[in-house]
């Protein structure tokens, strides 16, 4: 089996499907993963759907970054019920859940990466949109990517060290929050 650090980017906007209660309307563009039984990053596009779900179903754990609420219902109608795959029953490490169940509040991703590992996303999701409405698929992929490689060390850093550093929204102080993997 496999643990998978993974992040998908889509090809509309809440905008375009009336708001965020259609989330499940959203198309997904790319899907960028990494693996680390292969010691390997991989991105695949709309087309090779099914790829992505042979990576899900050899793997024992899902690490994302706000996965639960986004990226699986996103995907869910790509897999579920008519696949026989249910992608639900595999348990799932979402960083932004831990966080949120922990201290009461959400933390972007771009600030948590520049509190703990001193750099930035590159773009922003509707950035990501742009990049797939313009056909620039290797830059998607690319942003995709980066944000999977972000949340594997996020990951790693909470592992190895047992917390990572948060920043309080409008301060310049940080609370450090500790969790145990």
Known sequence: MDQIVFDIETKNSFADVGG???LKKLDVSVVGFYSYKDDAYSCFDETELEKVKEVFKRSDLLIGFAVERFDLPVLEKYFLPESGFDFYKIPCFDILEKIEQSLG?????DDLAKAN???GKTAVGL???????????EKLKDYCLNDVKITKELYEMLKNQGHLWIPKKFQTKMVKWEYQI
């Open 117 to 119: 590992l001193g750099i």
């Open 105 to 109: 509040h959400r933390v972007k991703l």
């Open 20 to 22: 965020q209660e259609n």
């Open 127 to 137: 950035e990501a949109i742009e990049f797939y409405r313009n056909g620039e698929i």
